[in-house]
């Protein structure tokens, strides 16, 4: 049975996306305002750390430990579990110095000491954000740490692995709620701050069963897709959802949805995989998809998906003295939007265009649209050229979600 919505179309996440822009053309001074004014400097400031652990004996956990190295004392700055057969990543600001550690946690206290396997690894690289070298490699191998060795002191508390590729996750907690998702636009260094970004499954990995990943739009969350993730038969598909702040320039998304699945695929060596995308998810994952695609077979299905951008995204970007980052990229016929079209998706790929008809009388909306994106830029031809299937449905913008026909419409696109 379908989620209700909740009332009739209010906020959805492309109307957030939209009336934040306007409010906050208009309140320069606000507090959210000045928060995410503060984010979009240290965002740019942020890049990963990340690397495999080696010489694990497969029986006790694992965990990774990253340390900040100032004037004083090291300081922990981030704590995770490491899966098994999964690599550690960590969201860190550049132009300093960290250092990173694996600890395998052979009785279980949340302390490393004498006997125990440990290693420990400077990182005096540092990542230049000025050349795009955002990303650095840190490979760690556990050796049996020495008496008069140099300890660094773990805390007493399980970590979280907020870098995540392919931790089973449940779509209830709060993390993947719709507050958060809000977060991310506003927030999003915060957000990476306590959530990070990857890739997360429902169930652990079962390698009979297809991925299908589910990829949300502009302040939107996991949770948008409760109704569609419970529809698929989950004998033959597994549903898979990316976790990001959707404040991020699309192409650096885009890039991280990518890397990511080329290391959880590189792992678990699957040759099929389904994505399903709303809204601004869809250009997101298209700019993905056609970095690394999957060339056994892939379905790829979007919905109510601005191909040609946004204009009031335009006019927020251009009014704003400092914008979300991701609204400089859904700008009517953007360079984002320019470049995604510039290569067309292979054409073994199966792909289908569902969107919403459900007009609401907005200003700096078309008079075609679905409250919250304009028809017109939802059927751009350069998109849907050479789609299987545009279906046109009289729901809103999130309430195509929670629908049957779209539900069938997925089932469909899975299965033939």
């Known amino acids: 049975m379908p989620l209700a919505n909740s009332g009739s179309d209010r906020v959805t996440s492309g109307f957030r996306l939209v009336l934040g822009g306007l409010v906050a053309s208009l309140l320069h001074s606000s507090c959210t305002f000045g928060t995410l004014r503060h984010d979009l400097v240290q965002l740019d400031q942020i890049g990963?750390?990340?690397?495999?652990?080696?010489?694990?004996?497969?029986?006790?956990?694992?965990?990774?430990?990253?340390?900040?190295?100032?004037?004083?004392?090291?300081?922990?700055?981030?704590?995770q579990l490491v899966p098994e057969r999964s690599p550690y990543v960590f969201a860190l600001p550049a132009q300093r110095f960290h250092a990173i550690a694996s600890f395998q946690d052979r009785n279980e206290d949340w302390r490393r000491s004498r006997g125990k396997?440990?290693?420990?690894?400077?990182?005096?690289q540092l990542v230049s954000l000025g050349n795009n070298q955002r990303s650095l490699t840190a490979n760690l191998s556990l050796v049996d740490w020495p008496n008069n060795g140099?300890?660094?002191?773990?805390?007493?508390?399980?970590?979280s692995a907020r870098g995540?590729?392919?931790q089973v996750a449940s779509l209830i907690e709060s993390r993947f709620s719709s507050k958060e998702g809000e977060r991310g636009l506003w927030e999003p260094n915060a957000f990476l701050r306590d959530h990070?970004?990857?890739?997360?499954?429902?169930?652990?990995y079962g390698p009979t069963k297809i991925p299908v990943l589910f990829v949300h739009g502009a302040a939107g969350s996991p949770q948008d897709f409760r109704y569609l993730m419970s529809q698929p038969d989950r004998r033959w598909f597994q549903p898979w959802f990316y976790h990001c702040p959707s404040g991020h320039r699309l192409e650096r998304s885009a890039g991280g949805i990518s890397e990511i699945l080329k290391v959880i695929q590189e792992r678990l060596g699957f040759t099929q995989m389904h994505v399903v995308a709303h809204s601004m998810g869809g250009l997101v994952a298209c700019r993905a998809l056609l970095r690394n695609p999957y060339e056994d077979r892939q379905n790829f299905l979007t919905l109510s998906t601005s191909w040609n951008g946004h204009g009031a995204a335009q006019m927020d970007a251009r009014?704003?003295?400092?914008?979300?980052?991701?609204?400089?990229d859904v700008q009517t016929n953007s360079d984002f939007i320019q470049g995604l079209f510039k290569t067309r998706l292979p054409s073994w790929m199966t792909y289908g265009f569902p969107h919403g008809n459900k007009s609401s009388r907005w200003i700096w909306l078309p008079t075609e649209n679905d409250g919250s994106v304009g028809a017109e830029s939802e059927l751009d031809v350069r998109a849907?050229?050479?789609?299987?299937?545009?279906?046109?449905?009289?729901?809103?913008?999130?309430?195509?979600?929670?629908?049957p026909?779209?539900?069938?419409?997925l089932n469909n696109f899975l299965t033939t």
Do not use: K, M
């Not at 010489?55 to 004083?72: I, L, S």
């Not at 396997?117 to 005096?124: D, G, I």
């Not at 990070?196 to 652990?204: I, K, Q, R, S």
């Open 48 to 79: 990963n750390v990340h690397g495999t652990i080696q010489n694990v004996d497969g029986t006790q956990p694992v965990y990774a430990a990253a340390y900040d190295f100032g004037e004083t004392a090291p300081r922990l700055v981030d704590f």
């Open 384 to 403: 849907l050229q050479d789609a299987r299937r545009v279906l046109g449905l009289p729901y809103g913008h999130t309430e195509i979600l929670n629908r």
């Open 196 to 204: 990070f970004v990857g890739t997360y499954f429902l169930e652990p």
């Open 319 to 328: 009014r704003a003295s400092t914008a979300v980052a991701s609204w400089c």
């Open 117 to 124: 396997s440990a290693a420990f690894r400077y990182s005096p």
């Open 150 to 159: 140099f300890l660094l002191q773990l805390p007493r508390i399980p970590g």
């Open 164 to 166: 995540s590729l392919g």
């Open 405 to 409: 026909e779209v539900a069938r419409t």
